[in-house]
């Protein structure tokens, strides 16, 4: 049981491995990527989550460094997502409701993680915004779908402006093709950066996935590397795998000793056995004699039934005789003038006839 659990956290920590990865941004407008995702399945809702590390805090709060900017045209002014790491701009199709807002809620300090999640859906038509898994502000959206078909720019707008560049970190950004509820949001958020949470609880809706944004083609100065904090982890995982190393060790040793011992007691039954089977046949043989002992002629002949209780005449050997009852008369000859009792029966067996 042990080594199944140690297993499969040794095979989630594999998975960790792969997903606990950051893009760190240059601040400069040639710092970003650039891709056309598929959000076909994001027309009617969705949520984007990420988590964020700022790397500047511009004085004016619409100087807003930029994560993601999805337009389906080459219009400057045609965003359908925008997500800023100061407050500035969370925008969903062009809509200004919520600029300059939320920057009192988006107060994490240079250098420090902190999670962000927009979600939307057309039937209620609401936009949420959450911050560290707290909802924080909503805006009533028009009743219409995504487009489609667009480009993403992540770490500036498109076209790309001093005022946005991004400058800080993302990982595991991911849009999933519903509203996250604010219970899920949350438990994003509690699992930590470190988790894996996004995969294991949510897979069937992760349809714009870190994984892919990881490969997509950079620009300028945006760098993978490693999420930091989730070092810790990573030689938990170590140590774990040594643990597990060791664990199997002792448990093919284990084994070993449990077969020796199996095979050893095996042998001893064996003998065993066959000690005792060869007492049993000396016991038989004891008693056989111990029988012979008591009665030597046990077996040779026996009194007929019909005699016993009748008394031994010269008259009935004569008939004895005349019959051809030779026995009768070899061995009760001796015998005329008594009755023939059953103990009497059976002395002349055991001792007559030897």
Known sequence: MILTVLSLI????????????????GATTNDYIKFYPNMTSFANAFSACTWVMKGRSPANIYDAPTILDYHPDASIYN????????G?????????????????????????WFHYCVTWKMTSQMQWIYYNGAQVAGAVMPRRTLIPGGAATMGNLDPPNPNYSFGGKISKF????????????????????????????????????????????????????????????????ERLQKELDEANKALKDYKAACEETKNSLRDELNTTKAAAAEREAKLEEQLEEAVKQQCPGEGIWTVPNKVIGKKINKKQLKRWKKAGEKELVRYLSSWKGAKLTKKLAKYIECFETV
């Open 10 to 25: 040794l095979i989630q920590g594999h998975i960790l491995a792969a997903a606990n990865k950051v893009l760190e941004f």
């Open 174 to 237: 991911n849009i999933f093709s519903k509203e996250m509820s604010g219970d899920e949001v949350k438990a994003m958020f509690e699992a930590g950066i470190c988790s894996n949470i996004e995969k294991e609880r949510f897979e069937d809706v992760r349809s714009l996935t870190w994984e892919y944004i990881l490969e997509q083609p950079k620009t300028g100065h945006v760098v993978t590397d490693d999420v930091e904090t989730c070092s810790d982890d990573e030689n938990e995982l």
């Open 79 to 86: 965003h359908e997502i925008v997500m800023t790491d100061n």
């Open 88 to 112: 500035g701009y969370n925008q969903l199709f062009e809509d200004h409701q919520l600029d300059g807002k939320l920057g009192s809620f988006f107060n994490a300090p240079v250098g420090t």
